[in-house]
T-cell receptor, first 111, second 115 residues
């Protein structure tokens, strides 16, 4: 079952923060976050495997709440390069890449 | 991370014909997958390409329409058969390795237009 992302789209000015949520009606074992720029392949950002674990990647971090069956991606002090569509992907244990992706969140950062 | 290449990068095909897409990885990987991304949409898994055996297809996808081969640990092909305009999409292969703890990497994609 496809995870649900919110919001569907967000527009920011450089330096502003954003949060993208990914929720599932089924138990989550892993959450993978990707960013895709127009005309390009999705690029891996991070994977969260344990409940409550927070990971960081420069000014992008994420949390994973197993109980709430939800993950959130935090983008702080956004840069123009952050623009793109963000997808969360969820998978069963040891899925080794067999993921079900959310519908995507379009992030646009303006100067 | 693995370096993945796909051929062709794009193609325009006539209705009723078939196209084979190749995916090459620069290192041996455990898993290879094929996804479809229709314009403006999310990624949908077509099948898992199994080395030395038949691919495992997701609901809604069948072998007759999307035959897949994986002769070794670095190469796979996806054929889109008897194409119709509804098959116009981006087709992406992805790879995953147990050494990389489930991290999945995508190839650059093949943009297919069916007239």
């Amino acid at each position: 079952q496809q995870p649900v992302q919110s919001p569907q789209a967000v527009i920011l000015r450089e330096g502003e923060d954003a949060v993208i949520n990914c929720s599932s009606s089924k138990a989550l074992y892993s959450v993978h976050w990707y960013r895709q720029k127009h005309g390009e392949a999705p690029v891996f950002l991070m994977i969260l495997l344990k409940g409550g674990e927070q990971k960081g990647h420069e000014k992008i971090s994420a949390s994973f709440n197993e109980k709430k069956q939800q993950s959130s991606l935090y983008l702080t002090a956004s840069q123009l390069s952050y623009s793109g569509t963000y997808f969360c992907g969820t998978g069963p244990p040891s899925s080794y890449g067999k993921l079900t992706f959310g519908q995507g969140t379009i992030l646009t950062v303006h100067p | 991370s693995a370096v993945i290449s796909q051929k062709p990068s794009r193609d325009i095909c006539q209705r009723g014909t078939s196209l084979t897409i190749q995916c090459q990885v620069d290192s041996q990987v455990t898993m290879m997958f094929w996804y479809r991304q229709q314009p403006g949409q999310s990624l949908t898994l077509i099948a898992t390409a199994n080395q030395g055996s038949e691919a495992t297809y997701e609901s809604g996808f069948v072998i007759d329409k999307f035959p897949i081969s994986r002769p070794n640990l670095t190469f796979s092909t996806l054929t889109v058969s008897n194409m119709s305009p509804e098959d116009s999409s981006i087709y992406l292969c992805s790879v995953s390795s147990r050494q990389s703890t489930d991290t999945q990497y995508f190839g650059p994609g093949t943009r297919l237009t069916v007239l």
